[in-house]
């Protein structure tokens, strides 16, 4: 599968911005799936997860109740609508398909990243 994230920019604090990531092949429904982030100077970590037919989905305690991830199968296409954008939130975001670990719990990334887009919030 290779993915294709767009939709990054610019923006306020305080405001809105939604992410797309667009998936290719036939194998996207049946994966769960991730946004990830990475900050100048960090560790790429992940926000949000939802399951492969999008009925359970999980959050980052940093993102939670301002991040919104949903996914249209139909359209190969995973979103990632963000709501009251701080300055921390300025990373270049990822998505990829994930695996949950069913000893630890954790999850890992499936595939290959592509290139991210970037998200830049100002105060």
């Known amino acids: 599968v290779q993915l294709v994230e767009s939709g990054g920019g610019l923006v306020q604090a305080g405001g809105s911005l939604r992410l797309s990531c667009a998936a290719s092949?036939?194998?996207?429904?049946?994966?769960?799936m991730g946004w990830y982030r990475q900050a100048p100077g960090k560790q790429r970590e992940l926000v949000a997860t939802i399951t492969s037919g999008g009925g359970s989905t999980n959050y980052a305690d940093s993102v939670k109740g301002r991040f919104t991830i949903s996914r249209d199968n139909a359209k190969n296409t995973m979103y990632l609508q963000m709501n009251s954008l701080k300055p921390e939130d300025t990373a270049v975001y990822y998505c990829?398909?994930?695996?949950?670990?069913?000893?630890?719990?954790?999850?890992?990334?499936?595939?290959?990243w592509g290139q991210g887009t970037q998200v830049t919030v100002s105060s």
């Open positions: 092949g036939s194998t996207f429904s049946i994966n769960a």
């Open positions: 990829n398909a994930i695996h949950r670990d069913s000893y630890s719990g954790s999850y890992y990334p499936r595939g290959s």
